[in-house]
C-alpha cells in the first residue's frame, strides 16, 4: 500500500529568482543557445540529415528561458511536440538532443522518439509529446505527484493553442483546480494552429480567459518579453507552492518558422512576420545588457562564438554516433525487457 512521505522543508525562490545581471547573462545565452541550435536544424533537415518531423522553437526562445529563471530545482517540465528548446535551457546537452534528432543511440531518448519525443528526466524534463493536448492532463498528474508527496514542487505544462480545443484541456484544469494541483498551465499562443489563425477557430481570442470557467487565476503575458514571462511565473509559482492551485497563463508569442519543416507558411503576410521580428526577444535581452553595462559587445560575441562551437560539435557527435542495435526494437517498452520473440 502506498504511504504520504513525510513533508519536507518548503522551498524557498533562490536568488535567481530575483533579476539580476547573471539572471540577464542566462536568458541570452539560453536563449542563444535555443535559436542557433534550431537554425542549424532547419539547415541539417534540408540536408536530410534530420528526418521525420520536426518542428522548431525560432522566435519563442523567452517562453522557456523566462521560466527557467523563475522556477526552482525539482520542478517538473511537460510540453507538446515543439520541445527542443526547453530541455536545451533546463541543461540537456545538445549533443544528447541532436543525437536523437539523428535516430542515434546516444540521444536522450536513445534514438527511439526523435524530434517530437524529447527527454531528460535529470533536469526534470518530462517530454515533448506528439499527441495534441495529449500532455495536458500529464501535467495535472506530474503535479497531482508532487502534491501527494508534499515535495514543494510544481509541474509547468506547456500546450499550443490549438490544444485548448481538446476535451482533455478542460478537465485536467477542472481537476487541478478542485485539487488545488500545484501546475502553471501554460498557453503558447503563437497565433496559429499549425496553419489556421486563433481568430479561425473560436470566438475566444484572449485564451487564457478560457482559465475563468473554473474560477482559475488567469493572465495573459507579452511572450516577446523573457522579463515578463519570468514574472508571471514567478507569481503563478509562488501561488502553486502556498498551496493554492494552479494558474493558467497565455504566452503570447510568435513562431518565425511554419508549423513545422514542411510548412511554407503562407497563411500569413510577410509584413506579419516582420513585425514580430522587431520585437526578437533576444535583441531585447541583448540592448539591455548593453545598456545596463552588464557586458560589452565583445564579451557577447564570445558567448555567441562559443555557441556556435557547441551545435557544430553537437552535429560532429550526432554525425559519429552509432545507430541503435536491432534489439533495442522491444526495451523500454514492456516492463518485462525479456520479450517472448526472437529477432533474427
Known amino acids: 500500500m502506498a504511504t504520504v512521505k513525510e513533508k519536507a522543508p518548503a522551498k524557498k525562490a533562490p536568488a535567481s529568482a530575483k533579476i539580476t545581471k547573471e539572471t540577464y547573462m542566462f536568458w541570452y545565452e539560453s536563449m542563444q543557445l535555443v535559436r542557433k541550435f534550431e537554425e542549424k536544424c532547419g539547415q541539417l533537415y534540408g540536408q536530410q540529415k534530420i528526418k521525420g518531423f520536426c518542428h522548431l522553437y525560432i522566435g519563442q526562445e523567452a517562453c522557456a528561458s523566462g521560466a527557467k529563471s523563475a522556477l526552482i530545482e525539482g520542478d517538473k517540465y511537460i510540453t507538446a511536440y515543439r520541445d527542443h528548446g526547453i530541455p536545451l535551457v533546463l541543461g540537456t546537452s545538445p549533443n544528447a538532443v541532436m543525437a536523437e534528432l539523428f535516430a542515434k543511440a546516444t540521444g536522450c531518448s536513445k534514438g527511439k522518439g526523435g524530434s517530437m519525443h524529447i527527454f531528460d528526466k535529470e533536469v526534470g524534463f518530462v517530454g ?3 499527441i495534441v493536448g495529449g500532455q495536458v492532463p500529464l501535467g495535472a498528474g506530474l503535479a497531482f505527484a508532487e502534491k501527494y508527496n508534499k515535495t ?6 506547456y500546450m499550443g493553442d490549438g490544444a485548448v480545443r481538446q476535451g482533455a484541456f478542460h478537465e485536467a484544469l477542472n481537476m487541478a483546480m478542485t485539487w488545488k494541483l500545484p501546475v502553471i498551465f501554460v498557453i503558447e499562443n503563437n497565433k496559429y494552429a499549425m496553419g489556421t489563425s486563433v481568430e479561425r477557430t473560436s470566438n475566444v481570442t484572449d485564451l ?10 488567469s493572465e495573459g503575458v507579452d511572450a516577446m ?3 515578463a514571462v519570468h514574472k508571471a511565473v514567478s507569481k503563478a509559482a509562488d501561488r502553486a507552492r502556498k498551496g493554492d ?3 493558467l497563463l497565455e504566452f503570447k508569442t510568435y513562431r518565425y518558422k511554419g508549423h513545422s519543416m514542411s510548412d511554407p507558411a503562407k497563411y500569413r503576410t510577410k509584413q506579419e512576420l516582420e513585425d514580430y521580428k522587431s520585437q526578437d526577444p533576444i535583441e531585447e535581452v541583448k540592448e539591455a545588457i548593453l545598456k545596463k553595462k552588464y557586458a560589452t559587445e565583445e564579451e557577447l560575441k564570445a558567448i555567441d562564438d562559443k555557441i556556435k562551437a557547441q551545435v557544430l560539435e553537437s552535429v560532429k557527435f550526432a554525425e559519429e554516433s552509432p545507430y541503435p542495435t536491432v534489439d533495442e526494437v522491444y526495451k523500454d517498452v514492456y516492463e518485462q525487457e525479456d520479450f517472448p520473440f526472437t529477432i533474427d
Open 208 to 217: 487564457h480567459t478560457l482559465g475563468e470557467s473554473y474560477d482559475m487565476p
Open 245 to 247: 492551485g494552479p494558474t
Open 128 to 130: 515533448g509529446h506528439g
Open 225 to 227: 518579453s523573457v522579463e
Open 152 to 157: 514543494g514542487n510544481l509541474c509547468i505544462c
